[in-house]
């Protein structure tokens, strides 16, 4: 038998498709592909990287896990046993028959302590090598807010008999709004209650803390000895959760009375000196530092500051013993590297914009003249501009301006051509005709024509429609009222149409909106973002790649300066004397250093998203308290859709009148530098400090003066007559002026049509449209026009929370908002 042969393809000849390519995946889209696989990365650049042996797995794993240690270490060690700082407690009461410096009481009782007073106490016991420091506070909104910004833990106290009330809901709220650090959720009077009923109200009260934070899932009993120790040791042991906002900064509570000196050559202001425990990241004598309602102040310098000797077991807020040792001076600002206090910018009014016209925008305004009603031309160009036509008496302008002189005459008009031959005709056969006779004709002549004075630029304007489509002036104002009580009883401006606005008919449109301008496409059609400034953008700063000095200047925070967790003395220089007025000792004092650059005034933006709670109308501009991370202001921002920024884009958002719900928008102002993903909380003054109307919550986006916020205004007509894909369009204009002017500007109507004027149909603002596909009667013809709009320089530092003493029970009167420069709250 014969070897029968197989055959084997090559497969190097072998068809390879491409891969199929996909559009962007979503995240989620990645994740699910995935299926929890994580992609090793090697520590060893080696050539062949697919073999690894089993003791470079094992090294990779130890070195992840000695990465992992030192990360851990370095967060723990500022509170390294007794000696270290230590952790902030903020005891906060949501109850109103509980109060912070029960609930304390409780604690120090629980390890057969006693706190000094009613008032900041630290807590040091051998039973936990841990020191703790106690800040009870009053139903002070102002306070609250500030002592979360600075506590490891929030211990809230809630009431076994009394259910939360409302200012304990908008703590809860704006808590979470501005950045949780570690919770501990308490209940206080529990022994007042039956023995039966203690476990479902401790059940309720834990439903109640995981609608707002979820991963609780104890509430602790103060009445109970052995649950508050428990509760301790947690804290003591336990490390605190980060706060990212916060960690990016440097801030210090004061632990002991402030002191002031006054300066010597002015009493008004001075030296400030503040002690306390560095937090944070590194406090740099470079830098500014930020006092609560007070501003921005520069360092002289930072002196180390012995650690207090407890005399016992607990020791109040300024009741300390210092050790006897000289003062260390640990940084000090270099002479030309210090922040300045120079906010904003001295703006040139020499450099601003000087352009010369081309002779395309010469010829294109000289066109706009000739287009313009007589009655509003400049009168040079009237003058210049003026001929004298012989015509026959009782003819009119218009029909004068139709009329051509025999010298100008074309020798291809066959009318004109007739008429010269009759003349001519006429002439021959009359030669021998005496001279009195051409004197008789010249006189009939002078009777029956008049000379009249035209201008010579006028347009002729197409008015054969005129008495077929338009009506006398008394009809057509009739319909012009009804059309407008018509829409309003359909409500159109809001529903349908909410950047609608008419064009009065005592102004022309062109003058009414010449800021505005069509764009053929909102989001690419090219915006020149350095056109037609205000004069408030020469007193700002702008970086050239904010997110790449956002990324230097929190490096540059983690480089030189004052280690966390050093005690420290803050030298801050010509503090105003006022400042000893609005101190006291039972409220919070806290220091915030800024990084480099956050003094400067620039354009801010913030996505805010409207809380649910508040339904009053927040129209933009209007006045707002604005808690952005450790600054306090008041604002009139202005708001935006938050449209994405992609390649190709403009950078052109649209303005909104409203702060609307169910959406993020938007909200720009004139503010400080801030760098980092601080929180935001927008509040609405109500007449009591305590009471504040919690308006938006959200985070900062960036400080980009170069986006654009464009206003929208939408010119609206209505089909007058509709043949096929043209159509009559009236109401939208009042003068034939406008219709030539906005020419150019794209239509669109509410069913999806797009069309372009064609001409103007006599003296009411009729025009001729067409359209890409057939018109209804029902539709309705839109113009859209944008203009950029600004916000005002109307920021100011806000100063309630230390203008009043505490009285009645922590309550505190409010100081009135300060208005900004700007009372006109329309966006014109």
Not at 549 to 572: F, N, Y
Request: charged content about 30%; some cysteine; hydrophobic content about 35%.
């Amino acid at each position: 038998m014969t070897e029968q042969h197989h055959h084997r393809s090559n497969t190097k000849l072998k068809q390879t498709n491409k891969p199929f390519k996909s559009k962007h995946q979503t995240s989620r889209s990645l994740r699910d592909k995935a299926k929890g696989k994580v992609e090793r990365v090697s520590i060893k650049h080696q050539s062949n990287r697919g073999v690894s042996s089993k003791v470079d797995r094992r090294n990779a794993a130890k070195l992840l896990q000695q990465k992992k240690r030192e990360e851990l270490h370095r967060k723990n060690r500022i509170f390294d046993n007794r000696h270290g700082a230590p952790k902030i407690i903020a005891v906060v009461p949501l109850c109103p028959d509980v109060t912070a410096e029960s609930a304390v009481k409780h604690l120090f009782a629980s390890v057969e302590q006693e706190p000094a007073h009613d008032g900041i106490v630290v807590m040091s016991s051998d039973r936990f090598k841990q020191k703790l420091q106690f800040v009870p506070l009053k139903r002070n909104f102002i306070d609250i807010m500030d002592a979360a910004k600075v506590a490891d833990f929030i211990v809230f106290v809630m009431s076994a008999v009394t259910e939360v009330d409302e200012f304990g809901l908008m703590i809860l709220s704006s808590i979470q709004a501005q950045g949780v650090p570690s919770i501990v959720p308490t209940v206080d009077n529990l022994e007042t209650v039956p023995a039966k009923k203690k476990a479902d109200i401790k059940k309720s009260l834990l439903s109640f803390t995981t609608h707002f934070f979820p991963t609780e899932d104890k509430v602790h009993a103060l009445d109970n000895a052995n649950e508050s120790v428990a509760m301790l040791r947690m804290m003591a042991s336990q490390l605190p959760k980060p706060v990212t906002w916060r960690d990016t900064h440097s801030y210090l509570l004061a632990d002991e009375a402030i002191a002031f000196e006054p300066n010597p050559l002015d009493p008004s202001v001075g030296t400030l000196r503040v002690t306390g425990y560095a937090r944070g990241t590194h406090f740099q004598a470079n830098r500014l530092v930020h006092l609560q309602n007070l501003g921005d102040f520069q360092l002289t310098k930072i002196t180390a500051a012995p650690a207090p000797v407890h005399r016992s077991i607990h020791v109040a807020h300024g009741d300390s013993a210092m050790e006897d040792t000289a003062e260390k001076v640990l940084d000090l600002p270099v002479e030309g590297e210090q922040d300045d206090l120079v906010a904003e910018n001295e703006p040139d009014l020499m450099a601003n914009e000087q352009t010369w016209p081309t002779e395309e925008e010469l010829m294109e305004a000289e066109e706009r003249v000739r287009n313009m009603d007589p009655s509003e031309r400049p009168a040079e160009f009237n003058e210049s501009k003026k001929m004298v036509k012989r015509v026959p008496k009782g003819t009119s302008n218009y029909q004068a301006a139709w009329i051509v002189d025999s010298d100008h005459s074309s020798d291809e008009d066959d009318d004109y051509e007739d008429e010269d031959d009759d003349d001519r005709m006429y002439e021959e056969d009359d030669d021998d005709l005496p001279d009195a006779r051409a004197g008789q004709e010249e006189e009939e002549d002078d009777e029956e024509y008049e000379e009249v004075e035209l201008e010579s630029g006028e347009r002729i304007q197409n008015n054969s429609a005129q008495d077929e489509d338009e009506l006398d002036a008394d009809e057509e104002a009739q319909q012009y009222a009804a059309y407008l009580k018509e829409r309003e009883v359909e409500n159109r401006d809001d529903l349908e149409f909410p950047d609608e606005v008419e064009v009065p008919m005592e102004v022309p449109g062109r003058t009414r909106f010449a800021r505005y301008r069509g764009l053929e496409s909102f989001r690419t059609s090219p915006w020149d973002p350095y056109e037609n400034l205000p004069l408030d953008y020469g007193r700002i700063f702008q970086f050239e790649n904010y997110r790449r000095t956002k990324s230097r200047v929190m490096s540059q925070a983690l480089v030189d300066g004052v280690m966390p967790g050093t005690r420290i003395v803050l030298h801050i220089a010509n503090v105003p004397a006022k400042v000893l007025d609005l101190y006291q000792p039972q409220r919070p004092f806290v220091v915030f250093g800024l990084l480099q650059y956050e003094h400067k005034m620039s354009v801010l933006n913030f996505v805010v998203t409207r809380t649910a709670e508040y339904e009053g109308i927040v129209k933009a501009k209007d006045p707002l308290v604005l808690h952005c991370g450790f600054r306090r202001y008041v604002v009139r921002p202005i708001y935006s859709q938050n449209s994405r920024k992609g390649k190709g884009t403009n950078n052109v958002h649209k303005s909104e009148r409203f702060l609307q719900h169910g959406r993020s928008t938007i909200a720009t102002v004139y503010a400080p530098i801030m760098f980092g993903n601080l929180p935001v909380v927008l509040t609405k003054d109500t007449g009591d400090i305590n009471k504040p109307a919690v308006v938006a919550t959200g985070s900062l986006a960036d400080a980009d003066p170069k986006r654009i916020v464009a206003k929208r205004i939408i010119l609206t007509g209505h089909p007058f007559k509709v043949h096929k894909r043209t159509a009559t369009i009236r109401y939208m204009f009042h003068n034939a002026d406008d219709v030539w002017y906005y020419k150019s500007v794209e239509l669109r109507t509410k069913l999806g049509r797009t069309g372009h004027i064609k001409e103007s149909l006599g003296t009411h603002g009729y025009y001729k449209a067409a359209f890409d596909q057939q018109l209804s009667m029902q539709d309705t013809v839109m113009m859209m026009l944008y203009k950029r709009v600004f916000p005002k320089w109307n920021t100011e530092l806000w100063t309630g929370g230390w203008d009043a003493s505490l009285v009645d029970g922590g309550r505190v009167m409010p100081a009135p908002i300060a208005q900004g420069a700007d009372e006109d709250m329309e966006m014109e």
